[in-house]
């Protein structure tokens, strides 16, 4: 990513910040835990109706794993044969390079008025601020982008960026904005931002989109959206310029129509999105509509580094339906800025420390997970996103990058539990040590580092016996009594689960 030294540090550092302040905003919580319910309930709806989900799902793995694993061949065949339709290709290796083709279609076109389509990829190299300070206006026309940006605010969730906002704020800013009082209602709301954006889809001078996906055998650009805004984008203005990431392809018709499924369904519950758009080439000698000019930047910016790497090479398998997203119990809890990257969520956990290749700051993201998998559940093409949390954790251990003093700890317990007499001395001085602390049988309030823990839940007492303890009494008294079983129960007497023991087979145990 073309993030800059001090975007880096804010996503690691401010992490701990950003989580407090969410967990202690109400507001963003319910209103994030609201959207999110309601997608779930709809994906789970939907996909139960379409039958079959879990087929559909290995169809769409074995899809992007052959599309990764064949990059170069299908990359080659999409952009040769986008180049055919009429359209100039550039191949940028980082955000900072994507940006300055960009700059130099504007030039050439004196543009002065950019359309923008939903785009994560643009959020990715950071357009908008480039944009801004070469003084070209660039406006976003996705409803949520716009409310987004008039908020001077950054997507919050791959498919709902305003996920965090209710009628009400929305209201506001557009009140603000038109210097007018609007009622929250949805339809009010809409017919201003409808009212105001048509005339930037007449005026623009570039229309600016993503591409959901690239079909290889044809060269089309397919997008995907709810509001119809991307058929203006990239109709109406004389120039349309698409920023891709460089893995968004599929090989074939028929292979989009499953990617599209499965997308449509994760994303919003839907059986296929509003508006599918398929773009080939800029606009053909008796056409009516379409630009006159087509432009593809294919963006790497960290993608081609994964290539080949036996754990992380499937993010890239990613089609970018936040259905990881809403399952997570932390993203739902805190919701996406709390991140402090373009991309959030599990997906954005993993994703962000590897396209930015910064352990560091970005590699604290994997600790802001529960690893309870259901990401990996949720995931349309079966990424294993708990792994590879998992995976990089090991790999900010590896490089040395955790703090002093979880190093030291950790260094503690590999000794303690490697060395029989010291773990007998821990863990029986953990007893005495804890008791201080006891309140009716839990710690409520732990000291120092343990502080956290104790925050939102109790911490249980440590039995005084250990079960080692307990075992060893318990063997001593049955030899005292004089005799024994291998289950550690006296001859005569019941086993728990097993009947009697007593060589008649009632209740059937097993006889010793
Ligand atoms: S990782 Fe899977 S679930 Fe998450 S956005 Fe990507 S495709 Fe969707």
């Known amino acids: 990513m073309s993030g800059t030294a001090s975007e880096k540090e804010l996503i690691g550092t401010g992490l701990k910040k950003r989580t407090e302040e969410a967990l202690t905003n109400d507001f963003l919580r319910k209103a994030v ?71 130099e279609i504007a030039e050439k076109r004196r543009a002065k008025l950019v359309a923008k389509g939903k785009s994560m990829v643009s959020e990715e190299i950071h357009l908008n601020r480039h944009l801004e300070e070469r003084g070209i206006e660039a406006i976003e026309t996705d409803l949520g982008e716009y409310i987004l940006q008039l908020a001077k605010e950054t997507p919050s969730h791959l498919i709902i960026p305003a996920i965090h906002k209710n009628k009400q704020q929305i209201a506001d800013i557009f009140s603000e904005e038109a210097g007018e009082t609007f009622a929250p209602e949805t339809k009010v709301l809409a017919k201003y931002a409808k009212q105001r954006l048509r005339n930037y889809f007449l005026e623009a001078d570039i229309g600016l989109t993503g591409c959901n996906f690239g079909v290889a055998e044809s060269g089309a650009i397919t997008l995907v959206s709810n509001e119809g805004n991307g058929r203006m984008v990239t109709t109406l203005p004389k120039c349309h310029v698409v920023v891709m990431g460089m893995e968004r392809l599929v090989p074939t018709y028929d292979d989009l129509e499953v990617v599209l499924n499965l997308l449509a369904r994760s994303a919003t519950g839907q059986k296929l999105t509003t508006y599918t758009s398929m773009i080939t080439g800029p606009r053909r000698e008796g056409e009516l509509d379409g630009p006159e000019e087509l432009h593809l930047i294919v963006l790497d910016n960290g993608r081609s580094a994964q290539l080949g790497d036996p754990v992380f090479q499937e993010v890239l398998h990613c089609i970018r339906c936040a259905a990881c997203l809403n399952v997570c119990p932390v993203y739902r809890h805190v919701g996406g800025h709390t991140y402090g990257s373009v991309y959030s969520g599990p997906i954005g956990a993993v994703l962000t420390p590897l396209l930015q290749q910064d352990m560091k700051e970005a590699g604290q993201l994997a600790y802001a997970s529960s690893l309870c998998g259901a990401c990996h559940e949720a995931c349309p093409v079966k990424i294993p996103l708990h792994d590879m949390l998992v995976q990089l954790r090991a790999r900010k251990v590896r490089l040395g990058l955790t703090p002093l003093a979880e190093r030291a700890a950790f260094k503690t317990f590999q000794t303690m539990f490697g060395n029989v007499t010291l773990y007998k001395m821990a863990t029986k001085s953990a007893y005495y040590m804890m008791k201080p602390f006891v309140s009716k049988g839990v710690i409520k309030k732990a000291p120092g580092p343990a502080a956290g823990w104790t925050q939102s839940r109790h911490f249980p007492m440590k039995p005084k016996l250990s079960f080692r303890d307990r075992w060893d009494t318990l063997q001593q008294e049955l030899k005292q009594r004089g005799g024994r079983s291998e289950d550690g129960a006296a001859r005569g007497q019941a086993v728990p689960g097993r009947g009697k023991a007593d060589g008649s087979g009632k209740g059937g145990g097993r006889h010793e």
């Open 33 to 103: 835990a609201f959207t999110t319910d309601k997608l779930k309930t709809a994906k789970l709806q939907v996909t139960d109706d379409f039958g079959h989900w879990e087929d559909w799902r290995e169809r769409g793995r074995q899809i992007r794993k052959h599309v990764v694993e064949h990059l170069d061949y299908y990359l080659t065949q999409f952009t040769d044969n986008v180049s055919k339709a009429g359209g100039h290709v550039y191949f940028c290796q980082t955000g900072d390079e994507a940006v300055k083709t960009f700059m």
